[in-house]
């Protein structure tokens, strides 16, 4: 983790100045740009709800327009935004890196003071397509949302956001329950244990780090909508935490997160499996669920079967709890309110 000092990063800057500086910044940049081999282009500042995403481009040759870029990132934040019915940080300061070949990859998150920074590269071949198929930022997003927790837990972090990544797109329009459904029926069995495992806590695996902590959020999802009659989910348990102060820019021991999760669905769910899944294999019978909860898969998508026993919570967890977002579409709509051009990279260390 590190911090980044700002000169707009830290204090609320009314609109009017923005406009200001950022033809202040045009100019500097038109000087500065002649000389400097290494620029970095600011983008645009996207407002969502009170949070600011202020989007550079290093410089680098990409096939997508800005205008691309910027539809690509103002998806990611309302996908988190409908999920957690509010952007999580007040700012952040995100880095797109144009690199060789297609597709997004090489997403980083760090917790800063107020807020977060990523880093991530676009391949050069990218197309707008590809831009709306990804998921990377939309999970580099999710880690906004998560407190600090040891490095034993590290599969809570990266379990919530590959879990939460696609639901979040669901929830916004984004992506398609269907093909969302589909994806995680084919992944899941990833996070299953293999031979020699000594649970969560212990066993530092990719599997078991991203789908193993994947498999404990839709456990911990299934049962807390259980125990409250489909009246609460982990997205409550989840925004509980956020609110609790639980975001990155914070160190917290996992148990005061869980904690936290826990009261904001008034049950003792994420305590109770994490003290089942920390310590040994703890097997699940995917297939079994997948019935219970009435998915069928059917060539390369799924089917849902409404007789099934849980497929309301099913339907909880893609949709959410009904009338439970009146914010989050007035939250997730974004405004552009700044672009202009900064001649040097922030520094970085
Ligand atoms: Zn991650």
Redesign the pocket.
């Known amino acids: 983790m590190f911090q980044i000092g700002g000169h707009l990063s830290t204090t609320r800057t009314s609109k009017h100045w923005i406009v200001i500086l950022g033809i202040i910044l045009r100019l500097v940049s038109s000087f500065a740009c002649a000389s400097s081999a290494s620029t970095e282009q600011m983008l645009s500042t996207i407002q969502i709800g009170n949070s600011r995403i202020d989007v550079t481009l290093e410089s680098g040759d990409l096939t997508v327009s800005h205008d691309e870029l910027l539809a690509w990132v103002r998806n990611a934040a309302e996908s988190v935004a409908a999920y957690y019915q509010r952007y999580p940080v007040p700012h952040v300061a995100l880095h797109i890196i144009p690199s060789g070949g297609r597709g997004v990859y090489g ?3 760090f917790g800063e003071e107020d807020g977060g920074s990523i880093r991530i590269h676009v391949g050069k071949s990218t197309t707008a397509a590809g831009l709306k198929m990804d998921w990377m930022l939309t ?2 997003m ?2 906004l949302t998560f407190p600090s927790v040891p490095d034993e837990h590290h599969w809570i ?2 379990g919530i ?2 879990y939460v990544e696609p639901i979040a797109r669901v929830r916004a329009k984004k992506f398609d329950a269907n093909a969302m459904w589909y994806e995680v029926v084919r992944d899941m069995h990833q996070g299953l244990p293999e031979s020699g495992d000594q649970g969560l806590d212990h066993t530092h695996s990719w599997g078991r780090t ?1 789908w193993g902590g994947a498999m404990f959020c839709l456990l911990a999802d299934v049962e807390i909508r259980k125990q409250t009659n489909n009246k609460k989910g982990l997205d409550d348990a989840l925004r509980g935490i956020l609110l609790a102060g639980g975001d990155m820019r914070h160190d917290w021991p996992l148990e005061n997160a869980l904690d936290a999760g826990d009261r904001a669905t008034g049950t003792t769910v994420l305590r109770t499996l994490y003290a089942r899944m920390k310590n040994e294999p703890y097997p699940v019978d995917l297939p079994a669920l997948w019935q219970q909860l009435g998915i069928a898969q059917d060539g390369d998508t799924v089917r849902f079967i409404d007789t099934a026993p849980l497929a309301a919570i099913r339907e909880g967890i893609t949709y959410g709890t009904p009338g439970d977002s009146p914010k989050a579409a007035s939250e997730a709509r974004p405004r552009t309110i700044m672009v202009g051009r900064r001649a040097s990279p922030r520094p970085i260390s």
Do not use: D, F, I, K
Request: charged content about 35%; cysteine-free; overall charge negative.
């Open positions: 997403g980083r998150t999970h580099e999710v880690h972090e990266e956001a590959t991203y």
